[in-house]
């Protein structure tokens, strides 16, 4: 599986991006794809994922503001982030978990820069 993410940049607070997340190659052994991102100096955490269901789920700090939906059988998945605020400032990256335990591919990542 290979994962191309895209769509990150600057953008003021209050702003938006929608950050796409590109699949190919063995597509039918993801699970899930989910959206992790990194800030200067913190761990990278969890930001959204979705299944092949469509059951998605948030990291507390962005419910509300940011939407995570899938298209293809997850061969696409965008991740719309409304009213950014400076604290979501971080390298974004798409991961795709395998079925079958926590094994999966990780995208290039995507920078997201929001200015106060």
């Known amino acids: 599986v290979q994962l191309q993410a895209s769509g990150g940049g600057l953008v003021q607070a209050g702003g938006s991006l929608r950050l796409s997340c590109v699949a190919s190659g063995s597509i039918f052994s993801i699970q899930t794809m989910n959206w992790y991102r990194q800030a200067p100096g913190k761990q990278r955490e969890l930001v959204a994922a979705i299944t092949r269901g469509g059951i998605s789920n948030y990291a507390d700090s962005v419910k509300g503001r940011f939407t995570i939906s899938g298209n293809n059988a997850l061969k696409t998945v965008y991740l719309q982030m409304e009213s950014l605020e400076p604290e979501d400032t971080a390298v974004y990256y798409c991961?795709?978990?395998?079925?079958?335990?926590?094994?999966?591919?990780w995208g290039q990542g995507t920078k997201v820069t929001v200015s106060s």
């Open positions: 991961f795709a978990k395998l079925w079958g335990g926590t094994a999966g591919y």
